[in-house]
T-cell receptor
Framework: AQSVTQLGSHVSVSEGALVLLRCNYS??????LFWYVQYPNQGLQLLLK??????LVKGINGFEAEFKKSETSFHLTKPSAHMSDAAEYFC???????????FGTGTSLTVIP | NAGVTQTPKFQVLKTGQSMTLQCAQD?????MSWYRQDPGMGLRLIHY???????DQGEVPNGYNVSRSTTEDFPLRLLSAAPSQTSVYFC?????????????FGSGTRLTVV
């Protein structure tokens, strides 16, 4: 069975501080991994993805994530938070078994001025 | 602009009414899917399709029907609306090889059933 766990449904950081959003997955085969961002009243937008190759992937808006197979993790980071980063973030797994994405329950990021 | 178009953006239904949520994409994506988003539960897959004429159930299919007569369109039908179907509905599409670009999402339909 596939699953995605996002630790922390709400995360608050100060502007300029490090952002760390955690994602762990379970998958019987090497998965494809994604982070999506959702701004209020909007659809989901792809931040970054890992498919194969380099395990540290860079996305839009200064975000990056590292695939760690041994830890089954794909945590999202950004060195310095900006007010515009306030949004809901979803980790997703495509277990490469038939085009079914599995989403985590989301992490709401608040950036404090 | 190319993308996934959902209509309507907002809808209020009375219990027992039926309606169809529309989804269209112009990217020639084979794969299309419907999700519902509820607070604290993330996105849950309702139905999906890997091509015209092919549909399958996701995690929460009860109360919903779909069909895929063309590559572009993937409507979601609520047969007899219930308050438990109050949610935000998202349509998404991708090439079959989703690792190429991931999913493209529509902007959502906010449905309230009273």
């Amino acid at each position: 069975a596939q699953s995605v766990t996002q630790l922390g449904s709400h995360v608050s950081v100060s502007e300029g501080a490090l952002v760390l959003l955690r994602c762990n997955y379970s998958s019987s085969v090497p998965p494809y991994l994604f982070w999506y961002v959702q701004y209020p009243n909007q659809g989901l937008q792809l931040l970054l993805k890992y498919t194969t190759g380099a395990t540290l992937v860079k996305g839009i808006n200064g975000f990056e994530a590292e695939f760690k197979k041994s830890e089954t993790s794909f945590h999202l980071t950004k060195p310095s938070a900006h007010m515009s980063d306030a949004a809901e973030y979803f980790c997703a797994v495509d277990p490469n078994t038939g085009n079914q994405f599995y989403f985590g329950t989301g992490t709401s990021l608040t950036v404090i001025p | 602009n190319a993308g996934v178009t959902q209509t309507p953006k907002f809808q209020v239904l009375k219990t027992g009414q039926s309606m169809t949520l529309q989804c269209a994409q112009d990217m020639n994506h084979e794969y299309m899917s419907w999700y519902r988003q509820d607070p604290g539960m993330g996105l849950r897959l309702i139905h999906y399709s890997v091509g015209a004429g092919i549909t399958d159930q996701g995690e929460v299919p009860n109360g919903y029907n779909v069909s895929r007569s063309t590559t572009e369109d993937f409507p979601l039908r609520l047969l007899s609306a219930a308050p438990s179907q109050t949610s935000v509905y998202f349509c998404a599409s991708s090439p079959i090889a989703s690792e190429l670009i991931g999913y493209t999402f529509g902007s959502g339909t906010r449905l309230t059933v009273v």
